[in-house]
């Protein structure tokens, strides 16, 4: 498989150990630069995940992709890509990637892909992906657009890369729509200190994030892990935060950066995500009802 060329001139390239890397205009309008530069930190902290964390992880996120999205014709671009976990995951089943993101991430994910050879990376954010319009067969962006100011501009952006009769995946916020009074509740706390945390210097935001996922997450993923042990499955489940039951220490550490050292964060109920997706073009919609809250795919029909 060939992968396409770029639609505009780069501002710049970085030769990296590993391969170059190739940069593009990312002061666009549709961007949070203050978001970014978080994340570009982020995953400096945040880089080395194992086989089996990955494995574990993309088994959830990817439960209602099929080989008829994903195969090894597949030409796909993962939009946001971080470190690119998820790009990693897929390079085995799928034919080429391109994994662009507009922050340093994009170097952390140049490590954690370095032996894979379908694989490109570039610097890029959604409202100026520089390739062509209908370019992709399958078009992915897990746990970005929520941080972008306008969420539906920037699946529309994405959503056109993507060839008519190929597929477009998310995984957004969710508004906990199908959740009661004390998850909602529980929200509004988390976001007051998320108010807080996120307005941080980084080595301080990373300190204490690591502090709230000792004292804010693992009370709750033991109480769990517990439940469990001793034959009370279905209550666990339905604790806060019981989708980290079964994650590692560092998963959790990571995703507590994730949830209080970010500035913008937006939240979706199914519905909006399922008309946003209709709107960008999409049809033959699946939305996950397992975790995490909500994760989608669309075939582009128009
Ligand atoms: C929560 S991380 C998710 C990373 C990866 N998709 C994953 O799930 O591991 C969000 C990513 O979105 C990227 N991002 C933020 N604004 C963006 C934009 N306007 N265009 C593309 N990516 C953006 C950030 O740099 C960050 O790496």
Known sequence: MTEATYNQ?????????????????????????????????????????????????????????????VNKNTYG???GCGTGRFTRYLTDRIGFMEAIDPSEAIFT?????????????????????????????????????HHIPDT?????DCVKKVKIGGYFYTYLYYSLDNK????????????????????????????????LAVVFYMPLVL???FMKLIGLRKAAEKLPLSAYQDKTFFVIRNDSLDRFGTSLEQRFSR??????????GLDEIVISENTPYWHAVGKRIK
């Open 109 to 145: 994910a140049d490590k954690l892909l370095d032996k894979n050879k379908n694989v490109r990376l570039s610097m890029a954010s959604t409202d100026n992906i520089p390739f062509e319009d209908e370019t992709f067969d399958f078009a992915m962006s897990i746990g970005v657009l």
């Open 152 to 156: 539906p501009k920037a699946m529309q």
């Open 271 to 280: 519905k909006e995500i399922e008309q946003m997706m209709r709107h960008s």
């Open 77 to 79: 671009i993962d939009i």
């Open 180 to 211: 009661g009074m004390f998850f909602k509740m529980l929200l509004s706390v988390v976001t007051a200190i998320r108010k807080v945390t996120s307005s941080l210097p980084m080595i301080l935001k990373k300190f204490v994030c690591d502090i």
């Open 223 to 225: 109480t769990g892990r």
């Open 9 to 69: 001139k780069p501002t710049s390239t970085v030769n990296t150990t590993v391969r170059e890397i190739t940069c593009f205009n990312t002061s666009t309008e549709n961007i949070d630069h203050s978001v970014v530069n978080s994340f570009g930190e982020e995953w400096k902290k945040f880089s080395e995940f194992s086989d089996e964390e990955i494995n574990q992880l993309g088994n959830m996120y990817f439960d209602i992709i099929t080989p008829a999205m």
